[in-house]
């Protein structure tokens, strides 16, 4: 009888591992980074002000995700997937390699890029391998098998936000030595299994058809966009807008080319794509998505800026006499979702069953206002802190559930939209621009952060509440505008 992984293709087995590690190390480095960033230097930490650090942190975590645009476009032409996944896995092995040695500024963001640009290569390459495994079938089995390889990407997160703050507490650099041995053990069992388990799965490119010559307006658009993003930096230089000189200036500077390269790039779809009337409403549909993503994400990735030192500076985190490490606390967030992600897809199917499965914009208003509520959590908090003393850990619990549950209406939702809203010769550019929304919200995240000042108490609650009324104000038109969004998604539901 031919071996399986739970009923499934082995290559489900050699996926589902390699990923786990990759979050572990991934999510465990990212639950101390700006922990260490703003730590004195006395202490081993590069000492930073929490302006310089949440732009450090925001600038890495949107290159994470803009990075996987050309990392699966290099996959997909040139070498393949399974090699950018070892390569980008090797590169992330190296990045916190560097990480673990104790120097200084410029040492420690070659290591931030190092990971940044492995996770370019492996994060967007590793998904597409599951759906190989199944070939043409699309049923429920293939639905089961990326059920399964979700749960890798929760346990390493899980696990990897406890045992690296852990060690971290004792030694910073040991806590991302550790995830440099997290990423190592994944690429020891993908090498080690993915010849028996793939055979030619991924071994080598697609071939694709050469289109022999792009209209004219199309070739406009690509020629008309860098160019014009060159103006806009200098304009934004010479006005003052922005200071490029600066982590703080650049990653201001990278929220309005992130939005230009968004509003274009839709543009270049809508004016110059050929589109039928349907196609347009859908691609329309998208835009509203897109905006959706980006301010939730704004908001959820937080748990590794401004709720991280949060954690750390107001947060009575003793238990027994033990002392929590702050970041530690981002596993809750990972707990809920390994805990409520099968509640809630069951609850999808029982309400499809009873024609009462609330469309995507209305599951997206509702995602977006349990992110509001969260945030509401962390005004009550912070005017605890305003009086002295230290909130209890109950409140960044409840955070994190709202938020957990928020990103099970929203993130696998439009995932899924996005799959079935897209004409299909532009199904590649419309999945890139989902990773440009999560890019634009985690800069927003890490600048927001940047604005969290330990020093001045008093301003918090005023902080925290920007993110109550955005996202919930956000989730409102969502579901006002359900209506007419339910007209541009046609069949989509």
Sequence with gaps: MEKTFFGHPRGLATLFFTEMWERFSFYGMRAILILFMTTETAQQGLGLDTETAGAA????????????????????????????IWYGGILIMIGHGVLAIPAGPGVFFIGLAFVAIGTGFLKPNISPTVGSLYGEDKGARRDAGFSIFYMSINLGSFFGQIFVPLLAAYNWHMGFGL?????????????????????????????????????TSTSVMRYAIPALLVIVLIGLQVTGTVHLTSLVGIAEAMKYVIVLVAVFYFAQV???????????????????????????????????????????????RDILGWLMPAGVLQSVNSAFIIIFAPIMGALWVWLAKRNLNPRTPIKFGFGLILLGVGFFMMVLAARIATTGAKAGMFFLVLTYFFHSIGELFLSPVGLSSITKLSPKRYLGQMMGLWFVAAALGNLIAGTFGGNFDPSNVMQMPDLFWTFVKLPVGVGLIFLALSPIMKKWMGDVH
Excluded: C
């Design 270 to 316: 809508l004016l110059a794509g050929d589109l039928t009337g349907i196609e347009t409403k859908k691609v329309l549909a998208i835009v509203m998505l897109f905006i959706g993503g980006a301010t939730f994400w704004s908001g959820f990735e937080q748990a590794g800026s401004a709720l991280n030192l949060f954690a750390r500076d107001f947060t009575d």
């Design 179 to 215: 995830a440099a041995i997290g990423m190592f053990l994944g690429l020891v069992y993908f090498k080690l299994t993915e010849e028996e388990n793939f055979g030619t799965i991924g071994l080598k490119p697609d071939k694709k058809p050469i289109v022999a010559e792009a209209s």
């Design 57 to 84: 942190y925001g600038l890495y975590t949107a290159a994470v995700y803009l990075l996987s645009l050309p990392g699966g476009w290099i996959a997909d032409n040139i070498i393949g997937q399974r090699k950018a």
